[in-house]
Every structure is written in structure tokens, then in C-alpha cells.
């Protein structure tokens, strides 16, 4: 019975939340940078408190992901070589590849 996470899993998930923070950081500075000026006081304070929320919440998304990669990080090691051709070589070797 596994103590933690799969080793995989965690990876995959962290590799998602990596992606998710960079498209919602992509989309904030979308919204932000589609702010338009409406000429009228009242439509424009509903307009830049609806981004705002919009902008916000992006950002919240964002920094639980941020919050959520390192602690699944830990379960997830780098990958090792599937097989010992693979593996890295301690040293120089001969063409019979013997050191």
C-alpha cells in the first residue's frame, strides 16, 4: 500500500498546475489590458469593478496553484531512466565501452 501520491500522478498534477498558473496569469493581463473608457460614470464603475473581480479571481487561481505545486513537488522525484542503456555514464569509456 503506497505512503503517498503516485510518483507520476504527482508529476502530471504538478505539470498542470504549472500550465494553469500561466495561462491565468496570461489571462490577467488580458483583462487588464482590455479596460475601456465608456464616457459615463456610472457604466465605467460597473466595468472596472467587474474586471477587477475577473482579474482578481484569476490571481486567486493562480496562487493556489502556486501554493498547491510544492507540496505536491515532493512526490514527485525527477524522472529516472527506464532502462540501464539510459543511465548516465560515470565517466569515459573505450569503444568496447568499457572504462
Excluded: I, K, N, Y
Amino acid at each position: 500500500m503506497p505512503l503517498g501520491p503516485d510518483p507520476e500522478r504527482a508529476r502530471t498534477t504538478v505539470a498542470q498546475l504549472d500550465a494553469l498558473r500561466a495561462t491565468v496569469t496570461a489571462a490577467e493581463d488580458d483583462v487588464l489590458a482590455c479596460l475601456v473608457v465608456t464616457g459615463e460614470p456610472g457604466p465605467q464603475r460597473v466595468l472596472d469593478d467587474w474586471l477587477d473581480q475577473v482579474a482578481d479571481t484569476l490571481r486567486a487561481l493562480g496562487e493556489g496553484a502556486a501554493d498547491l505545486s510544492p507540496a505536491l513537488a515532493r512526490f514527485a522525484p525527477a524522472e529516472s531512466p527506464e532502462t540501464p542503456d539510459e543511465a548516465p555514464v560515470g565517466g569515459p569509456v573505450d569503444a568496447a565501452g568499457m572504462p
